[in-house]
């Protein structure tokens, strides 16, 4: 399977505790983005890379959010002292830049802050 | 803010058509339309986008308005594994971040 792959697919985790996601894009995809969604509501955009460097970051980023990408490959979203308000499903998407901005997406990861 | 406005539910009989309107009336002159689908417990996937002519390709047609400030997506016979929330989206080529609104929820029913 050439598409995108997130791990883990399910993370529970209590209060105040840090986790951290992984997600491999299509490999030929420079450009990688994460969404967060929660329940009933449309995937809201957190952070986006064009190969290693961070082009931009959503106000919904707070400090407590962070995200790497070393050697524009695979990207790794971490969380630290996890709230209740952070459970929800968190997306990652690759696509190529110069295209019509065709992204393609993860299976999402779902975070659930006990 | 979601920049579209698309009917929260719509439903369809199984082997019929089913018509799914957007409005985008703030799209720019340079802004694709891009339709993408969720089904249940999924990450969003793409289905079609255009920019001024109507696009069809192996899942679905897209029908842009001549003034581009409306867009259709047509299933052209729906099956249960199209039950799903349709998203219209309105973007410019220079890969920026999605902006998804609700979308809308299509039933179908056997």
């Known amino acids: 399977d050439t598409g995108v792959s997130q791990d883990p697919r399910h993370k529970i985790t209590k209060r105040g505790q840090n986790v951290t996601f992984r997600c491999d894009p299509i490999?030929?995809?420079?450009?990688l983005y994460w969404y967060r969604q929660t329940l009933g509501q449309g995937p809201e955009f957190l952070t986006y890379f064009q190969n290693e460097a961070q082009l931009e970051k959503s106000r919904l980023l707070s400090n407590r959010f962070s995200a790497e990408r070393p050697k524009g490959s695979f990207s790794t979203l971490e969380i630290q002292r996890t709230e209740q308000g952070d459970s929800a499903m968190y997306l990652c998407?690759?696509?190529?830049?110069?295209?019509?901005?065709?992204?393609?997406f993860g299976p999402g990861t779902r975070l659930t802050v006990l | 803010d979601a920049k579209t406005t698309q009917p929260n539910s719509m439903e369809s009989n199984e082997e019929e058509p089913v018509h799914l309107p957007c409005n985008h009336s703030t799209i720019s002159g340079t802004d694709y339309i891009h339709w993408y689908r969720q089904l249940p417990s999924q990450g969003p996937e793409y289905v079609i986008h255009g920019l001024t002519s109507n696009v069809n390709n192996r899942m679905a047609s897209l029908a842009i308005a001549e003034d581009r400030k409306s867009s259709t997506l047509i299933l052209h016979r729906a099956t249960l594994r199209d039950a799903a929330v349709y998203y219209c989206i309105h973007t410019n080529s220079g890969n920026t971040p999605l902006v998804f609104g609700k979308g809308t929820r299509l039933s179908v029913i056997a």
């Open positions: 490999s030929e995809h420079n450009r």
């Open positions: 998407a690759s696509s190529r830049s110069g295209t019509s901005n065709e992204q393609f």
